[in-house]
């Protein structure tokens, strides 16, 4: 008499699936009660910080010049008016500010998703001898405050003739190193294998980069947009250094003219916040239409 052999029986596609077994809720204790209530507390504390400021900004910019400066602080106005936002559209050139500022933000944003990328590429990629120094060059610049730059480039514009003009201001911001670094560290997290094949196709380093893998950089792509459209659109110390005529004023060197009283007299509280507050509108709208994808920055790779 030969032994039967048991075997376990495979599950059939169509058979249901047994209930997964419910998760127990772990009860916090009255210590982890308190700790998170605490953390919550100083979360809140510090959203407040950041933003009763802009707060007070907005309330602000609908007062009257004699109720801003009575009472600054205080965040709803005894009397709304937007004569502020007349002020900034009648005698302020406000408009011709957001244009210059407007058109070198998309020159300066649109310029360096292209050389930091190609940049990034080529050291991260390209096999050239000094590519490790020129990567620890890039490092290195990291840790220079911008501020010390600000001379050497309002001598190098001059010495070129760049000096009050809008090559001047768009053509030393093309390209950062913290750019690079972001490009070049996404660049690195993709295999060797997507390359080899348009290589055994006969394909050269630029259209390989161009067609096969810079689309598939978008996340690292948008997150240099965003970082570059915010770094420009906020961008002073450059354009001081850069720039001398009203004309090529833009909107935070022209909101600088208006708080140190130079197209007016008074404290003029009303105007400088009304115009602060709208030339944070575009990048906080931008802010929040992309955060998601300033935080997936490596999606792409593990795709990949």
Sequence with gaps: MTAVEHRPVPASADAPTPPKPMKRKKKLGGRARSGMLLGYLILIGLALIYIYPFIISISASFKTDAEATQNPLGLVPETITF???ERL???????????NTMLVTVVVTLGRVFFDSLAG???????????????V????????????????????LQQLGLYDTYGGMIIPLLSTAAG?????????SLPDSIEEAARIDGAGPFRIFWTIVLPMATPALVTLFILSFQGSWNELGHFIVSRQSPELNTLTTGVASLVSGQLGSGNQFPLQLAAAVLMTIPVAVLF???????MNTTEGAEKG
């Design 121 to 135: 590429y080529a050291l991260s990629r390209l096999r050239f001898r000094g590519r490790t120094v020129i990567f």
């Design 89 to 99: 559209f009648g005698d302020v050139p406000f408009p011709l500010w957001a244009g």
């Design 137 to 156: 060059a890039f490092i290195a610049i990291l840790s220079v405050p911008g501020v010390v730059l600000l001379i050497p480039r309002f001598l190098i």
């Design 288 to 294: 929040f239409i992309f955060q998601r994808r300033i």
């Design 83 to 85: 004569a502020a936002y």
């Design 180 to 188: 690079v670094f972001i490009m070049k560290q996404f660049f690195d």
